[in-house]
């Protein structure tokens, strides 16, 4: 168990700092204070009221130190890139007091020499969530896991997938579900205290990574969701999606959609219609270990009360499944209505039992 | 332009040298002696007929250095990994005589202090093949290359793709074609003497490495043959197969299949049928940037001329379209009936094209 600092100097209130709000939002490990001068002396509701959060902001780490944090977060990424002189120092006296730094930057903490020293003094250590752990080859260990598996599937980058993972992972524990987030990128594993970030690993090696994340939450819980990334259809992150897809070896698959989007981000590639990506993803499930789409979590952000509901009718009538927005709505009402197709387990297909 | 003395001791002969026999088969280098003491005296044909070379056996690095090598290659793996005290030393007098090292082992020799130490003496370099180049992120720019791109894409690992993507490439050139193969792994970059090897990229940058392959050979000709990796429904590796599907932004595919293969190899995943594969390649395809199978290349190895005869049959009434094992009977059939099919490029979808 984890009590978070979040370094966020400046940037609190921005979108820069949505790590740390997916954190103070999601992550069982509580958010003890936030570090950022502009607010001290307020609390993050004051701030950010949907966040619900009392958490004090302070202005310096060592004020942030009376809450008795275990970690110190960095959440956000400093402009410009190189970290800027005061939060180094606020990182290296972080370590010195004997505090974890959890780092989500591109620059890997963890081979500066500055702060190995002083996380060495401190007795303390440095995780950077986006470096992954060594990981073996895919090798179908997966297939035996008992847990099921969800795996949530997206139109695109930055759609939702993650948070509907965690909003259906939250619906299924209040049913009595015991089930469990599975992580898959940065924010995703700041938020679950665990996980890898798949896309930077080397190709070969990223069903295995999903493998790998599988069989051991499997060993925690009996119904697993796993944060999805990209889209099948796009043209830089579809690999890593695809990943994913066998890898992690699901029983079912949650599609997920923001109504707003009609291209691939930064590409211009359509966006396939439900029906299409529906067929796509349960094309390629069906040539491993089928899986079908048990229903669509569609972000409706962006889009009125009125606008919201006609989306997801229109999502509905397109494919006959359960269609909600998990953040506006909650997440019950798809969760009760996908539950029985999240019951049971598939097998993967072997060609031996085919030719017998 | 390279001229090559490969490092084989004691196992020319045998399977492990497969990256040694492809060079001698393939590379438009000349390879001008091999040292394996085992073989010493006798010249390639006489160990290996079908590779029709007349390059001497040698059994030192001294011998090999009257032939006027550039570069050592080193093909082969040693036995248990860590390499034996007579390769060591091999590799550190080539490199103090002034020749390049060409690696296609795991552990890279370029990271090893005696080699680097003994490249400075000689003033000569250390090439790891496996090791990829800084590569970005996919961008689009492979879609503007005016060169025609064909992919091949197979039903497995190991069936012949790369085979099948030198022989049309050298079918093409004996047609006029100003033609180029496209190495995207170990055994292709040592032939083609460049390359990355695509498996090995960080999965978020993958297709950006196929892209960046495909732009810069295009600057030197008019048709590229890229070669694939994988198989769409591998477990394990159809990520990377996806990688060239977008990456390479083909605008043709040659399917190419192992005629006795039934599973994937180490899997027992189903191969799938020639139609089935065919609707996945396509049907990923026709979602970012169309691109049709105009043929098949099917390895018919293992099968008498009569049972190969028949496997072509069968693939041709399956699937309607040109099938020839392009080793056993030559590339130029095969190459002749997909020409017309491989003459025009297409071009990627946009939402923005679509929506006007």
Same mark, same amino acid.
């Given at each position: 168990m984890r009590r978070y600092a979040i370094? @966020?100097?400046?940037m609190f209130a921005s979108r820069s700092a949505k790590t740390a709000h997916g954190v103070i939002a999601y992550s069982d490990d509580p958010t003890v204070a936030v570090i950022d001068p502009d607010h001290a002396?307020? +609390?993050? +509701?004051?701030?950010? =009221?949907? *966040?619900?959060?009392?958490?004090?902001?302070?202005?310096? &780490?060592? %004020?942030? $130190?009376?809450?008795? =944090?275990? $970690?110190?977060l960095v959440g956000v990424a400093p402009v410009g890139g190189a970290l800027p002189p005061s939060w180094r120092r606020s &990182?290296? *006296? @972080?370590?010195?007091?004997?505090? !974890?730094?959890?780092?989500?930057?591109?620059? %890997?903490? $963890? +081979?500066?020499? !500055?702060f190995v020293a002083a996380a060495e003094r401190g007795g303390s250590s440095l995780w950077d969530v986006r470096t992954p752990p060594p990981v073996p080859l895919f090798s179908g260990r997966a297939y035996d896991v008992e847990a099921r598996v969800v795996l949530t599937v997206g139109s695109d980058c930055a759609v939702g997938k993650?948070?509907? $993972?965690? !909003?259906?992972?939250?619906?299924?524990?209040? +049913?009595? %579900?015991? @089930?469990?987030?599975? #992580?898959t990128g940065q924010t995703g594993i700041?938020? @679950?205290?665990?996980?890898? #970030?798949?896309?930077?690993?080397?190709?070969?090696?990223?069903p295995g990574a999903a493998e790998?994340?599988?069989v051991q939450n499997a060993q925690h819980a009996d119904l697993l969701f796993v944060e999805g990334q990209g889209g099948i259809n796009h043209p830089a992150y579809g690999p890593?999606?695809?990943s994913l897809l066998y890898g992690a070896a699901p029983d079912a698959l949650v599609l997920v959609h923001l109504a707003t989007r009609t291209e691939i981000e930064d590409y211009g590639t359509p966006i396939l219609s439900y029906r299409a990506l529906i067929r796509m993803y349960e094309g390629l499930c069906s040539t491993v270990k089928p899986a079908n789409v048990v229903g669509i979590a569609l972000n409706t952000f962006g889009l009125d009360g009125e606008a919201a509901r006609d989306?997801?009718? !229109?999502?509905?009538?397109?494919?006959?499944?359960?269609v909600d927005d998990v953040v506006r709505f909650g997440p019950h009402a798809l969760y009760d209505a996908i539950a029985p197709g999240i019951a049971t387990k598939t097998r993967p297909l072997s060609a031996s039992r085919m030719t017998v």
């Open positions: 370094l @966020a100097p400046g002396g307020r +609390r993050v +509701r004051d701030v950010l =009221p949907y *966040l619900a959060s009392d958490a004090p902001i302070v202005a310096t &780490i060592a %004020e942030a $130190s009376r809450f008795r =944090p275990t $970690s110190l &990182i290296v *006296l @972080a370590l010195e007091a004997g505090l !974890e730094v959890v780092s989500g930057l591109h620059d %890997e903490l $963890s +081979r500066d020499p !500055e993650m948070t509907a $993972s965690l !909003e259906l992972t939250r619906a299924a524990r209040e +049913r009595g %579900e015991h @089930a469990r987030f599975v #992580a700041m938020i @679950a205290g665990s996980g890898i #970030a798949v896309d930077r690993v080397i190709g070969d090696f990223a790998q994340l599988v890593v999606t695809l989306a997801i009718d !229109e999502a509905q009538a397109a494919t006959m499944l359960p």
